[in-house]
C-alpha cells in the first residue's frame, strides 16, 4: 500500500501563496489518482483539487479554481498543490488522498488512503 506524508504548511499572510507537496512512499503514485482536501475547524472535510493517475486531468472545487494548481512531479513521487492570494477562508488542515479509481475523482470515499495532514494558518 501506498504511504501519504504532506509538508508546506504553516501561517501565511493573506494573499501571500504556498505550495503543499505530498510524498508516497510504498508504491507509485501513478497507481492512484490523488486528491487534496481540507478541513477548518468545526467543518467537515471538503474537497480542494484533484489529479489523475498520469497528470492529464484535474478538477477543482469551485471555491478555489483560478488560485490553485495541483501537479504531479513523478521525479519524487509526489502530487503538489500551489494555492495563490491565500484567503483567511482557507484556513485548515490539508491532506492529500489516494484513490484506487486513477481519475481526479472529488468524492472523498473514493479514496483509500490518507496523509495525517499539514496546517495552513492564513492571517488577515
Known amino acids: 500500500q501506498v504511504q501519504l506524508v504532506e509538508s508546506g504548511g504553516g501561517l501565511v499572510q493573506a494573499g501571500g501563496s504556498l505550495r503543499l507537496s505530498c510524498v508516497a512512499s510504498g508504491r507509485t503514485l501513478n497507481n492512484y489518482g490523488v486528491g487534496w482536501f481540507r478541513q477548518a475547524p468545526g467543518k467537515e472535510r471538503e474537497f480542494v483539487a484533484a489529479?489523475?493517475?498520469?497528470?492529464?486531468?484535474?478538477n477543482y472545487a469551485d471555491s478555489v479554481k483560478g488560485r490553485i494548481t495541483i501537479s504531479k512531479d513523478n521525479a519524487k513521487n509526489a502530487v503538489d498543490l500551489r494555492i495563490n492570494n491565500l484567503k483567511p477562508e482557507d484556513t485548515g488542515v490539508y491532506y492529500c488522498?489516494?484513490?484506487?479509481?486513477?481519475?481526479?475523482?472529488?468524492?472523498?470515499?473514493?479514496?483509500?488512503?490518507w496523509g495525517q495532514g499539514t496546517q495552513v494558518t492564513v492571517s488577515s
Open positions: 489529479i489523475s493517475w498520469g497528470g492529464g486531468s484535474t
Open positions: 488522498a489516494a484513490s484506487y479509481l486513477r481519475r481526479a475523482t472529488m468524492t472523498t470515499e473514493q479514496y483509500a488512503y
